[in-house]
């Protein structure tokens, strides 16, 4: 058996091979600074840039129709009774549409291919030109599950681009919406492992407690998926005393149920050998392939953009970082146990010290001269960076990097040599969304 | 020392008592419901400028394009319609100034000939944001358990009796979704699950982007909503079975 690697020797990018913005340098150099504990270049969040009134055309990331391979180079494998096997883009296991070609002689897996871009809905195209408030009815429909951390980045860079001053009181709906839909995704996270470990107790459990962050969401802000969370005159009505004690009640048997199905899974024999040493990534290769959150923080990387890149709330509440250094399945949902763990302390910090002016962002921009703004912010599965150009209150261009799209090429390293069973725990422990990767 | 045992016997029965009952608020949360314009023909006119989807115009409400985004609330519309809002005919989903408040019934949809015992259903992503998917994958959860009304999803279409679509159709996706839809055996039903596969939803009118679903299939119950609530998928099956959800009675 013959093997053909890809070049080990591509120069170092931040966002990963293929899937970085289009940043010309010179653009970006002045948004970056070397963070100390990774030599990674960092981009700062929530900065205004101005930039000419002509814009340069070339930026623009172009989607080309055709579907994306995700992983680099494909290897070609050949030996005896070796085969691709297709898997997608149609299938039950996934529930989303993608697909994958694996190399395999039939249980092994040698090699794997995602292929990308069957969802593309050619959603950063079409919101050129638009409003800044429409565009984002399509940015928090561009990933359902991550709403409200897309919605917070694309409102971010759109509002330091348009020069809009937002009230504290936003700043602290939109945390406190991010920390909801992050022990949501945690949690489906868990149960989908459950599920695939074939735990049927703790999967329905889990996919009950999961309901009830839904039902929590859909309450507190109107909507069970946050649309319109964040946005002026969206559903969410302001967040009142009764409301927050209410809320506060409900973290309280939540994260109760939580710790007690944790607990079990902990004890659970099968749950942890089925999960341990599953699609492992080395430190080294996280690094190289520019992974983001859980998956770079479970193999040893101390990374998390709420505390590298505090904004406003995050920088006066306590957060402790989740790190593990396994690299495995395991490790990365030990990492989301803690972090839901600690998202319900800065959920009860937020509530305890819930600001007295509620502050809403009613009127439009006042138009300004163009400006170019970028934002980052940990979404569930990790960094997301949005970078908008706005004029006169309309989005002019849009380039965003996904957690997904950064940790994908991890997903399809890390399964070489695994089996098909390994599939679901890697695909799952990730938290990939193809949504977010088409766009 | 807990148990699965323990833990599961600690929480006892959550299932949801739909259809025998009506939703609850807590399973169908403000912005699930479709809205009505409360100022009738003013509301609607109010309306117009305010919906960024173009589902308001004079005339009347289209619930296959709005998107629950809330911004007519100020023109005065309220989310209070029925969550058995699906139908089996497209223009059924365009209310006028007079349209009626919710929880109402609805008859059920003459049977569609074929399915008189247990429903299977196949679920098909045609360019979703994952929302509806997830929202169709809950039905399985302890809280909705479709497996009580005798629904189960299956993971090839050959073994399906319903095709369950949901996100706007790309062209990437289409022949995937025609081929899903040839592999059906008949009789053979088509949910459209949410605005999307309906109208193209919050992505209507992005070039390259189909329609709606009917471009490529017939479709044969449209479920409105941004996503809809893991009932009101509930409620769309329960129609193609020609089941009869009254409140009340099965």
Known sequence: ?439 | MPTWIGQAARNGIVTSRYPAEPATDAEVPETARPPIPLRGDAALHDGVARCPVGAISEEELDRGKCIRCARCRPAGFEFRGPVEASTGRRAELRVGSAAPAGPGLVEALPPLVGFPRSLHVFLVDAGSCNACNLEVLALANPLYDSQRLGIFFTSSPRHADVLLVVGIPTPEMAPAVLRAYEALPAPKAVIAAGVCPISGGAFAGTPGLLAGLEELVPVDVFVPGCPPAPVEILDAILRVHGRARTAGGD
Request: glycine share 8%; with cysteine; aromatic share 8%.
């Open chain 1, 1 to 439: 058996m013959s093997a053909v690697r890809p070049s080990e020797t591509e120069p170092f990018d931040p966002y990963g091979p293929e899937r970085a913005l289009a940043y010309s340098p010179e653009d970006a150099t002045f948004a970056l600074f070397n963070d100390y504990a990774t030599g990674r270049p960092v981009l700062r969040h929530g900065i205004r840039i101005p930039v000419p009134t002509e814009v340069r055309a070339t930026w623009q990331r172009s989607r080309t129709p055709e579907l994306t391979r995700s992983a680099g180079p494909m290897e070609t494998i050949e030996g005896y009774g070796i085969f691709t096997f297709p898997y997608g883009p149609v299938s039950m296991g996934v529930p989303e549409s993608g697909k994958f070609e694996v190399r395999t002689y039939g249980e092994r897996i040698l090699s794997l291919e995602p292929v990308t871009g069957f969802k593309s809905r050619r959603i950063l195209t079409s919101i050129a030109g638009q409003p800044i408030s429409d565009g984002a009815l399509r940015i928090e429909r561009l990933a359902g599950n991550f709403s409200a951390a897309h919605a917070a980045a694309y409102l971010a860079a759109a509002e330091s681009a348009a020069g809009i001053e937002v009230p504290e009181g936003e700043l602290w709906v939109r945390a406190l919406a991010q920390e909801l839909q992050r022990i949501y995704n945690h949690v489906h996270v868990l149960a989908r492992l459950a599920e695939a470990a074939s735990q049927n107790v703790g999967a329905a459990q889990t996919h009950a407690l999961a309901e009830e962050m839904l039902r929590i969401q859909g309450s507190i802000f109107g909507h069970r998926w946050l649309f319109g969370a964040l946005l002026p005159g969206g559903p969410r009505r302001h967040l009142d005393a009764a409301d927050r004690r209410d809320l506060g009640r409900r973290l309280n048997l939540h994260s109760e149920q939580f710790e007690r199905l944790w607990e079990l899974f902990l004890g659970s024999r099968t749950f942890i050998d089925r999960i341990q040493a599953t699609c492992p990534v080395r430190r080294e290769e996280a690094l190289r392939w520019g992974a983001v959150g859980p998956t770079l923080r479970a193999c040893g990387v101390a990374w998390d953009d709420r505390l590298r890149v505090p904004v406003t709330p995050y920088n006066d509440l306590f957060l402790e970082l989740s790190q593990e250094s396994a690299g495995d399945a395991l490790a990365r949902m030990l990492v989301r146990a803690r972090e839901v763990q600690s998202s319900y302390l800065l959920l009860e910090q937020m509530l305890d010290r819930w600001p007295r002016d509620p502050g809403r962002l009613l009127s439009p921009a006042p138009p300004v001269a163009p400006g170019r703004g970028l934002a980052r912010v940990e979404s569930p599965s990790g960094d997301l960076v949005y970078d908008v150009t706005a004029s006169d209150g309309r989005v002019t261009r849009i380039g965003m990097r996904a957690a997904s799209q950064a940790n994908i090429p991890l997903f399809a390293r890390g399964l070489r040599n695994g089996v098909f069973t390994d599939f679901h725990f890697a695909w799952e422990s990730f938290g990939l969304v193809f949504a977010e990767i088409d766009a």
